[in-house]
Nanobody, 122 residues
Framework: QVQLVESGGGLVQSGGSLRLSCAASGRTFSSYHGAWFRQAPGKEREYVAAISRSGGITYYAGSVKGRFTISRDNAKNTVYLQMNSLKPEDTANYYC???????????????WGQGTQVTVSS
């Protein structure tokens, strides 16, 4: 199995940028597809972006497309989420996930990090 630890969250003004990192340990991370989800208070966890094992294929939720970029460095066992043009509605706890399958539903992912909080002020 694989263990995931997110970092990089924080407080940023609307229009600002943050880069989240998800460091993996355990089994070879390049064997897993990766994804980012987020959950705001009182709301369900929602898909943000996903990336294939090699990094050659990426997917984005419509709400973040053009503003967020998912990437990975398998040599460093890390997945990233570059977030630009942040909006107050992006405020949430952001979670990294990994699994052998690639999908958009949270229940498809077996491995999760503990989350990192992103707060965007208006």
């Amino acid at each position: 199995q694989v263990q995931l630890v997110e970092s990089g969250g924080g407080l940023v003004q609307s229009g600002g940028s943050l880069r989240l990192s998800c460091a993996a340990s355990g089994r070879t991370f390049s064997s897993y597809h990766g994804a980012w989800f987020r959950q705001a208070p009182g709301k369900e966890r929602e898909y943000v972006a996903a990336i294939s094992r090699s990094g050659g294929i990426t997917y984005y939720a419509g709400s973040v497309k053009g503003r967020f970029t998912i990437s990975r460095d398998n040599a460093k066992n890390t997945v990233y989420l570059q977030m630009n043009s942040l909006k107050p509605e992006d405020t949430a706890n952001y979670y990294c996930a990994a699994d052998y399958g690639l999908g958009f539903r949270s229940e498809k992912y077996a491995y999760w990090g503990q989350g990192t909080q992103v707060t965007v002020s208006s």
